[in-house]
């Protein structure tokens, strides 16, 4: 494995079928706010017909597809419905041939007393 530092890894996943597609990698610079506008963003171009694309162009609070708050978080942001998609801050990335594998954390509870669980997860890549 190839040890690639950290970056927000973007994913297209299916409930149903399991299946994972890597959308992007971006700058692990960039702020969850920028990640989410992405994605929001990235989702319409993939799944909106024009009429949506021009409501979503002209006003997002009056889009089908528009973000929820709660589905942005500081390590993990989601968007859509199968399929969905995701940003993972990955704090470690690594690359084996056509495998890439990222490693993230979930954060629960507040400052004080919260819980971190850490996942692995694998992707192929073309």
């Known amino acids: 494995m190839v040890s690639l530092g950290k970056a927000w890894i973007v994913l297209e996943e299916s409930f149903h079928s399991g299946q994972k597609q890597l959308v992007a990698v971006l700058s692990p610079r960039k702020t969850s706010a920028y990640v989410a506008e992405y994605i929001e963003q990235a989702y319409v ?10 409501t979503f162009k002209k006003n997002r609070k009056n889009s089908p597809y528009r973000i929820e708050r709660y589905m942005i978080g500081d390590t993990t942001i989601s968007h859509g419905h ?3 998609f995701n940003a993972y801050y990955a704090h470690k990335l690594e690359r084996d041939d056509r495998l ?9 509870g507040d400052f004080d007393s919260r819980e971190v669980t850490e996942y692995i997860e694998e992707v192929r890549i073309a």
């Open 45 to 54: 171009d993939r799944f909106a017909n024009f009429d949506e694309k021009i």
């Open 82 to 84: 199968e399929p969905i």
């Open 100 to 108: 890439l594998r990222f490693h993230y954390r979930i954060y629960k």
